[in-house]
């Protein structure tokens, strides 16, 4: 079992930028692709971006190419978002999720879903 944790999510101007955390625990961490979700209301869940186990490969919604960052501290069991530029369109809940298969773009893929950090971006 991994139980994950979101924080980070708050209220920001547009233009502003915000880190998003999520710490994992339970099994060893870089045995688990990571995945981060956003779900605005009326919406379907959205992928944003994901990270591989060990050699960090990523991939990215074209939407946040150039503003959003995935890492990940596996010696701290912690997979980040770095926001930058944010849009009001980026306002959304936002879901970090860990699969044992290969990173992946689709809800289905993931194994393990934290309960999720707003994000406010005002005009």
């Known amino acids: 079992q991994v139980q994950l944790v979101e924080s980070g999510g708050g209220l920001v101007q547009a233009g502003g930028s915000l880190r998003l955390s999520c710490a994992a625990s339970?099994?060893?961490?870089?045995?688990?692709?990571m995945g981060w979700f956003r779900q605005a209301p009326g919406k379907e869940r959205e992928f944003v971006a994901a990270?591989?186990?060990?050699?960090?490969?990523?991939t990215y919604a074209n939407s946040v190419k150039g503003r959003f960052t995935i890492s990940r501290d596996n010696t701290k069991n912690t997979v980040y978002l770095q926001m930058n530029n944010l849009k009001p369109e980026d306002t959304a809940v936002y879901y970090c999720?860990?699969?044992?298969?290969?990173?992946?773009?689709?809800?289905?893929?993931?194994?393990?879903w934290g309960q999720g950090t707003q994000v406010t971006v005002s005009s």
């Open positions: 990270i591989s186990k060990i050699f960090s490969q990523t």
């Open positions: 999720a860990a699969t044992s298969g290969l990173i992946a773009a689709r809800p289905v893929d993931y194994n393990y």
């Open positions: 339970g099994r060893t961490f870089s045995n688990y692709a």
